[in-house]
């Protein structure tokens, strides 16, 4: 019986433990429950809280983006905070909220704050990171102003002040690397409005300044009225050394708020010299600034016109800028806190010989009309002068302006015929007039009367007969002017650089038209540039392509169809050196240095009775080929001519 029992108590036990497992294991999942409960409501509680946080956080940051105090404990006041940031201008600040990271209580935390300042458009911005720390007061989320909240280091009675850092501007160099354009002493000349005692004063004064420099009176006296009370409104900049510096200057000591000055400007040597191929600088227009997007701000000097306007985002280079801590009350001198360095501009080489664009413009100067003087080398073409007149009234005639070259574009003719079959020593009739489809072509009225007749084309070439030329047009086929007049340079596509055209010389459509086309009449027009190549070509032996700009990406010159051969550039040079020893051109004979080589050019144009004339010259002299223009010139060689002479000799002294 006792095993018995020990065996009953034994099974007793065993069902006693199974309704104990039982109940523990439902008390544990009822504890397993409720603290998942409390578990997903706190995470719902936290989730609440960030959410909160993250809000209150965006509305600050949208306060600091717009400039406004943001709602944060002992913010400054809309002026205060006005003060702060009037150093940043209109540059765009943009702010947001970012991570936000709270307590275990979810009562306190921070969120960073994450600023973009785009200082500068080609420029990276300004980026960085603050934080603001927040509190929870029952369901509402708080946080107090900080000084660092705006910007990293930043203490109180500071503002946020950005420079703007100026590059600086690249040089223009000329022939050999010698600095044609760079910074020279100038004089700014204007009215300090804070030296006038009224608005009424500065008008006075604006107008008396206008008058003493002679700018207009109006727009400037709208200027200073305009300007703020501590402004200086510029009337003119003069260089240092101008001869009317001293009489301005003491013009204005006698007028209230007057003042001269002492500035640098990127200059050529002379106010004149080459001014209408490498331009000018000057404050940037509207135009500009707007068309930049944002790497031209108002104030800033750029190209305007020319090589300084077409090579200016070489020569402008890229500004910086820096951003500063200030102090408020100006007792301590500003923090940096972020700077991008400016990228000074790369100079630009050009070809542009000092003595020899001196010397043409010195040649220039006493003529009216519309002119030019443009000399190549022809071994590089390299162009050593573009000179236009001041007739020319700021337009660059040497390289823009077209006109039919006249006599000069018979050394194309020239070429056209040797290619045809003739030579120099071929005799062709020079006759007084001559009548093609009713059009009556005649010499010119000194012609003299001994190169008429039956000639040698050397001799109608040197003495320029336009009747011989004409009666030989009809060896010349469809295109024979012009692929003589590629040969030569003159109607490829030009690669100065600049601004530029050479020639033009359309297929002619009637008979008449080519009798015109043979002595550069009718539809054929050139450039200076482009009659200075011709010759350059003929002292080469091969076509010229002349080049200005040595920068800044020139393309790469064609190159003629059917290029000019040894041969035909030496009986070229022969006939044109034959106009020098027996020709229009004698009185180049004596000019010091090696043989010169010359075609004269007096080209008709208009409707007037006698018709109005232009005159033209071109020649060449060891490694030089020069073009000289004078618009309304009664004759090549007698008006074109003497002013290639005293360049020539000019170059000799």
Known sequence: MRRGEDETTTGRTGHGRHRRGTAVAVVLALVLA???????????????????????????????????????????????????????????????????????????GTVTIEHTWRI????????????????????????????????????????????????????????????????????????????????????????????????????????????????????????????????????????????????????????????????????????????????????DVVGTSGLQLAQDDRLRGTAGYVVEAVDLEGSAEPRELRSVPAVDGRSVRTTLSQTHQGQAEAVLEDIGPPSAVVAI?????????????????????????????????????????????????????????????????????????????????????????????????????????????????????????????????PDPKADVDLAAATIGQGTVLATPTGMATVAASVAKGAAVSPVLVLDGGSRRPASPARPLTAAESKQLRSLMRGVVTDGSARFLADVPGGPVRAKTGTAEYGSDEPPRTHAWMIGTQGDLAVAVFVADGPGGASTAGPVLEDYLRRLQR
């Open 120 to 299: 500068h458009e080609d420029k990276q911005p300004w980026t960085y990171e603050t934080t603001l720390a927040v509190r929870r007061d029952g369901e509402r989320w708080s946080g107090t102003w900080e000084p660092g909240l705006l910007a990293p280091d930043l203490e109180a009675g500071e503002g946020l002040q950005a420079r703007r850092l100026s590059a600086e501007r690249g040089e223009v160099l000329g022939d050999g690397g010698r600095a044609l354009v760079a910074d020279r002493a100038v004089v700014r000349v204007g009215v300090d409005r804070s030296q006038t005692s009224s608005l009424g004063q500065a008008r006075r004064s604006a107008r008396e300044v206008a008058e003493l420099v002679d700018v207009e009176v109006g727009p400037f006296v709208d200027a200073v009225e305009a300007a703020g009370p501590q402004a200086f409104v510029e009337a003119i900049v003069l260089r240092a050394q101008a001869p009317e510096l001293d009489e301005v200057s003491r013009g204005i000591a006698e007028i209230p708020g007057a003042r001269g000055v002492e500035d640098t400007m990127p200059l050529a040597p002379t106010s004149t010299f080459a001014r209408a191929v490498l331009g000018s600088v000057g404050p940037a227009t509207a135009e500009q600034v707007e068309g930049s997007k944002g790497a031209i701000r108002a104030g």
């Open 377 to 505: 080398r022809p071994s590089d073409g390299h162009v050593l002068a573009a000179a236009s007149g001041p007739g020319s009234e700021g337009t660059s005639t040497a390289t823009l302006g077209q006109y039919a070259p006249g006599s000069t574009f018979k050394t194309v003719t020239a070429l056209a015929l040797l290619r045809s079959g003739i030579t120099p020593q071929t005799r062709v009739p020079c006759t007084t007039t001559t009548t093609v489809e009713g059009r009556s072509f005649t010499n010119y009225d000194d012609y003299p009367s001994s190169a008429t007749g039956d000639v040698p084309l050397a001799t109608a070439f040197a003495s320029s007969c336009n009747t011989a030329l004409i009666s030989q047009r009809d060896r010349l086929g469809d295109g024979a002017l012009d692929e003589a007049a590629e040969a030569l340079g003159l109607t490829l596509d030009p690669s100065l650089g600049v601004p530029a055209e050479l020639g033009d010389v």
């Open 34 to 108: 409720a603290g998942t409960g409390w578990w997903w409501q706190d995470r719902r509680r936290s989730a609440a809280a960030v959410g909160a946080a993250q809000e209150h956080a965006e509305q600050v940051a949208q306060d600091l983006a717009a400039g406004r105090p943001p709602s944060l404990d002992g913010a400054p006041s809309e002026d205060e905070m006005g003060e702060v940031l009037e150093g940043m201008g209109e540059i765009a600040h943009t702010v947001t909220a970012g991570e936000v990271s709270l307590d275990d209580d979810a009562r306190r």
